[in-house]
C-alpha cells in the first residue's frame, strides 16, 4: 500500500511567521509531489508541485523535496489569515504519473 | 466560465435511488478522474480515464460505475446509492502540460447525501 502521511494538525501559527507543513510517502521511486490547498467545503486549488530535489520558490511558497528521506515540505513565509485552509499533500507514485495519492491533509490557522 | 464543472452542486437522495453526477470541462484535456472526500479520510480516487476508451477502476471504485462520453464529459453513477455514499465528490482533469508533469485541477465539488 503506497501511502502518504500528513499531521492532521491544526497547525497554529501568529500572522506573518512560517508556516511550515510536512509530508512523508512511503514509495522511493516516487516521481512529482504537489501541494494544494482547500478552503472548507471548496475545491482542492494547486499551489505548487516539485520533482527535483531541493527548494522550489513560488513568491510566499517554497516547496522542498527531499527523496533520499522520503519527505516534501511546504514553507508559507508571511503568513496571513488568508492561508489558513488545509493543506494537502498529494504524490505521483512510480509508474503512475497522472494518478496522484493524497494525503488526509494538514488544517493551518493563522491567528491574528 | 468555470475550466471544470460539476452538476448538480447538491443532491440529496434516498438509500436504493440511481443517482448521476456529471463533469464537463473546457480545459481540452485527456484525463479525467473522479474523487470523493471524507472528513479523516482525505481524497480517494473512485475511477479514472485517459481517454473516451480507456477506464480504469480506482482504489474505491465498488458501488460505482462512470462513463466517458467525450473528451469533455465524464459522468459518475451510483447504481443504488447507499449511506456510507454521502460524501464531497470531485472530477479532475490533468494533461502533460509545459511543467513538465501532470497537473490535475479540480471542479467546485458536488455534496451528496444519501438518507
Known amino acids: 500500500q503506497k501511502e502518504v502521511e500528513q499531521n492532521s494538525g491544526p497547525l497554529s501559527v501568529p500572522e506573518g511567521a512560517i508556516a511550515s507543513l510536512n509530508c512523508t510517502y512511503s514509495?522511493?521511486?516516487?516521481?512529482?509531489f504537489f501541494w494544494y490547498r482547500q478552503y472548507s467545503g471548496k475545491s482542492p486549488e494547486l499551489i505548487m508541485f516539485i520533482y527535483s530535489n531541493g527548494d522550489k520558490e513560488d513568491g510566499r511558497f517554497t516547496a522542498q523535496l527531499n527523496k533520499a528521506s522520503q519527505y516534501v515540505s511546504l514553507l508559507i513565509r508571511d503568513s496571513q489569515p488568508s492561508d489558513s485552509a488545509t493543506y494537502l499533500c498529494a504524490v505521483s507514485f512510480t509508474g503512475t504519473a497522472s494518478k496522484l495519492t493524497f494525503g488526509t491533509g494538514t488544517r493551518l490557522q493563522v491567528t491574528l | 466560465d468555470a475550466d471544470v464543472t460539476q452538476t448538480p452542486r447538491n443532491r440529496i437522495t434516498k438509500t436504493g435511488k440511481r443517482i448521476m453526477l456529471e463533469c464537463s470541462q473546457t480545459?481540452?484535456?485527456?484525463?479525467m478522474y473522479w474523487y470523493r472526500q471524507d472528513p479523516g479520510l482525505g481524497l480517494r480516487l473512485i475511477y479514472y480515464s485517459f481517454d473516451v476508451k480507456d477506464i480504469n477502476k480506482g482504489e474505491i471504485s465498488d458501488g460505482y460505475s462512470v462513463s466517458r462520453q467525450a473528451q469533455a464529459k465524464f459522468s459518475l453513477s451510483l447504481e443504488s446509492a447507499i449511506p456510507n455514499q454521502t460524501a464531497l465528490y470531485f472530477c479532475?482533469?490533468?494533461?502533460?502540460?509545459?511543467?513538465?508533469?501532470?497537473?490535475?485541477?479540480f471542479g467546485p465539488g458536488t455534496r451528496l447525501t444519501v438518507t
Open positions: 514509495d522511493r521511486g516516487s516521481q512529482s
Open positions: 479532475a482533469t490533468s494533461d502533460f502540460g509545459t511543467s513538465g508533469t501532470y497537473e490535475q485541477y
Open positions: 480545459k481540452g484535456h485527456d484525463r
